[in-house]
């Protein structure tokens, strides 16, 4: 009833296993454990909680009878965030579950601040390594160009040496393309190269 009036819809679980086949099958946000529970207690449901991909993301709260100082250690070093000691009041789980969604909404928070940060330090570098590659790519580029086409044009140059001088220069053309892409990128992003492997995408990154 308490969770309910708070705006959580509570899915129930009669032991530590199905609470588990439960959360394996949807993660949830806010996990509300009894430490004494059937086939599996609260801190091993825990620790298989934390291991498990995005776990970390999860907030745990334990209900206990023990109080005694090595108990709450053992909560707290098997990953809890907070625990509850019985008998447990209404206020009291208002009070907790108050203290859970604050520090929800703060890690979320941080989490967002961290991933638009590394997004900026990110397109902070394509920007560096796009003037870098302009800098260091389009002078030699040119002279490359202007020499294959004053070889092309000279005179005693056979139909073979003017078709491989040819892809030379569509080669070179090209490479000063794909410099001229990076430099007008506005929406960067990363696609699979291959398995294991992301590459910049050149050729959708462009907004119209």
């Known amino acids: ?3 309910r009036e708070m705006g959580h819809e509570p899915v129930l679980a009669a032991d530590g296993e199905e609470a588990w086949a439960q959360h394996e099958r949807e993660p949830f946000p806010l996990v509300l454990l009894l430490w004494q529970m059937p086939r599996l207690d609260a801190l091993d449901l825990t620790r298989r909680i ?6 970390d993301r999860v907030f745990v709260l334990v209900v ?3 109080e005694g100082t090595d108990d709450l250690h053992d909560v707290l070093d098997a990953g809890a965030d907070d625990y509850l000691s019985k008998p447990v009041t209404p206020e009291q789980l208002r009070a907790r579950l108050t203290i859970a969604e604050r520090r929800m909404a703060a890690e979320d928070a941080r989490r967002r601040a961290e991933e638009a940060l590394a ?13 870098a590659l302009q800098h260091e790519i389009n002078n030699p580029l040119a002279a490359l160009l202007a020499h294959t086409e004053l070889l092309r044009d000279a005179q005693g140059v056979g139909a073979v040496e003017r078709e491989q001088l040819e892809v030379i220069a569509r080669q070179a053309r090209r490479i000063a393309d794909v410099v001229s892409r990076l430099r007008q990128l506005q929406a960067p992003k990363s696609v699979e190269y291959v398995k294991g492997s992301k590459m910049l995408d050149l050729g959708d990154g462009r907004e119209e």
């Open 1 to 3: 009833a308490v969770l």
């Open 50 to 55: 934390r291991d498990a991909e995005g776990g």
């Open 64 to 66: 206990t009878a023990r």
């Open 119 to 131: 997004r900026a330090q990110w397109l902070a570098g394509i920007g560096q390594t796009s003037l």
